[in-house]
T-cell receptor, first 116, second 116 residues
């Protein structure tokens, strides 16, 4: 009964390949996010989807494309992987508007991507 | 603009002694502040949050934090450390105004080690 789950947990692949990371939440939330945690442990938001619509798209290479088939899923597809893409990617979800004071995000366990 | 600085990358304490993890923030608007904990190979779990109500916030597992506007600080404390507290802790600020409304900014994390 994991609230936010990600698959796979670990992903090792070669430069130039295309890969996807999947995220699912069973909390009934309407907003989902992708974050990247680099080697220095900084988490930075990449994308945010609300009700299947993109609402935040930070400065991320267009090789990264999020896809939300429904409110419970937000997948991250990465084309032409590069060494610098190696990181831990976290999915998160929240309910309601970010303008609510008691808004909080629930995070998945992360996917460690290693590009060789 | 907003930023978060966690003043210690590593903190080491003995079991049963107090814990202090320091966090300073800057924000153009009155912020919301959070502390998250990340255990190895697990997702981020919310410990506590400040959203403009009481300045002393109590969270889970005996942790608490005090919002001090004059010092722009939100330090995390616990009176008595337990072995299970060993983890990485992230201080997070959420924008409550401007073009980045709702956006989370993470600190670089503090690794807490607890010795028997």
């Amino acid at each position: 009964d994991t609230a936010v789950s990600q698959t796979p947990k670990y992903l090792v692949t070669q430069m130039g390949n295309d890969k996807s990371i999947k995220c699912e939440q069973n909390l009934g939330h309407d907003t989902m996010y992708w974050y990247k945690q680099d080697s220095k442990k900084f988490l930075k938001i990449m994308f945010s989807y609300n009700n299947k619509e993109l609402i935040i798209n930070e400065t991320v290479p267009n090789r990264f494309s999020p896809k939300s088939p429904d409110k419970a899923h937000l997948n991250l597809h990465i084309n032409s992987l590069e060494l610098g893409d190696s990181a831990v990617y976290f999915c998160a979800s929240s309910q309601g508007s970010e303008y609510r004071d008691n808004y909080e995000q629930y995070f998945g366990p992360g996917t460690r991507l290693t590009v060789t | 603009a907003q930023s978060v600085t966690q003043l210690d990358s590593h903190v080491s304490v003995s079991e049963g002694t107090p814990v202090l993890l320091r966090c300073n923030y800057s924000s153009s608007y009155s912020p919301s502040l959070f502390w998250y904990v990340q255990h190895p190979n697990k997702g981020l779990q919310l410990l506590l949050k400040y959203t403009s109500a009481a300045t002393l916030v109590k969270g889970i597992n005996g942790f608490e934090a005090e919002f001090k506007k004059s010092e722009t600080s939100f330090h995390l404390t616990k009176p008595s450390a337990h072995m299970s507290d060993a983890a990485e802790y992230f201080c997070v600020v959420r924008a409550r105004g401007g073009t980045s409304y709702g956006k989370l900014t993470f600190g670089q994390g503090t690794i807490l080690t607890v010795h028997p």
